[in-house]
């Protein structure tokens, strides 16, 4: 396989990135990040180590480029901060409850925004092979600018199982219901999706076309990266290839349906 194009957008310390760069493969990563205050330092030495193979972007992708207001940005070492305001109504765990500050949550910092079309023109790539969106409640958001500007060929997004307001942590609709909607209008692909730890959210993996979205994750690494190694086993979505839908408007029905999404998540996964 030729040299890969990949998009980290939301890349947070540059792991999933720095793992692709560890195995010497030809790739060119663009990664986006906001928070340069947490993770900055970081990031330049990783583009120091790699700089013809990593090439960082210090602001976040909006619906228009400019200033914009990041929530609870110090909060869990930053891996929670957000152009989205942080759910009230959202009932923590008992982790969750302990190790975050509440008052926090709605503290926020000035954070340069660039549109979708904005970043294309200034970092000069005309085609993705893969695109990762972790956006903290943008991701749907960002992927339909991607998706109307831009030839991508494989996609993970974050989305949450349901639109309970007890259980996503932000506000907005970045949830199944409306990704199969997305699905459905881009006739996309669903290749796999990979669970959060507590079953809350879903890392959905989408392609154009099926068998080359599996190639790209497959030469990638995918599976063994840090990111996604530890939920990979655990198989909601496997290698299935959707038929207008079917599947994905299926699953979003019955979550609908089921008054407890996450309890049903969890049966599902039992099943397989």
């Known amino acids: 396989m030729s040299e890969l194009i990949v998009v980290d957008v939301g890349c947070a310390i540059g792991e999933f990135s720095e793992f692709i760069l560890k195995s010497g493969l030809k790739v060119k990563i663009y990664a986006l ?14 583009k120091l180590r ?3 193979k990593f090439y960082f972007f210090p602001y ?18 930053g891996q929670i901060g957000s152009l989205k305001k942080f759910n009230a109504h959202k009932k923590w765990d008992d982790y969750l409850d302990t190790h975050l500050s509440k008052d926090e949550l709605s ?4 954070i340069d925004t660039k549109s979708v079309s904005d970043f294309l023109l200034i970092s000069g790539v005309k085609e993705i092979d893969f695109l990762k969106i972790d956006a903290q409640g943008s991701d749907i958001d960002i992927l339909e600018q991607f998706l109307l500007k831009q030839n991508v060929r494989c ?7 349901s639109s309970n307001q007890y259980e996503n942590i932000y506000e907005g609709d970045n949830n199944l219901s409306r990704l199969s909607k997305i699905i459905a209008k881009y006739d996309l692909d669903i290749i796999k999706i990979v669970p ?5 959210e879903l890392n959905v993996f989408l392609a154009r076309n099926f068998q080359i979205g599996l190639k790209i994750i497959e030469a990638l690494k995918i599976s063994f990266n840090p990111v996604f190694r ?3 086993s655990v198989n909601v979505v496997s290698n299935i290839k959707t038929e207008k839908l079917s599947l994905a408007r299926t699953l979003t029905r ?9 309890r049903t998540i969890k049966m599902l996964i039992s099943l397989i």
């Open 60 to 77: 976040a992708l909006g619906k228009s480029s400019g200033k914009a207001l990041m929530y609870g940005t110090s909060q869990l070492n």
């Open 50 to 52: 790699y700089p013809s």
């Open 196 to 200: 959060n730890r507590d079953f809350t």
């Open 230 to 232: 530890q939920g990979w």
């Open 155 to 161: 996609i993970v997004l974050e989305v949450n199982v």
């Open 33 to 46: 990040e906001p928070n340069v205050n947490l993770f900055g330092e970081k990031l330049s030495k990783i």
């Open 254 to 262: 019955l979550l609908q349906l089921l008054f407890h999404p996450v």
């Open 107 to 110: 503290s926020a910092i000035t």
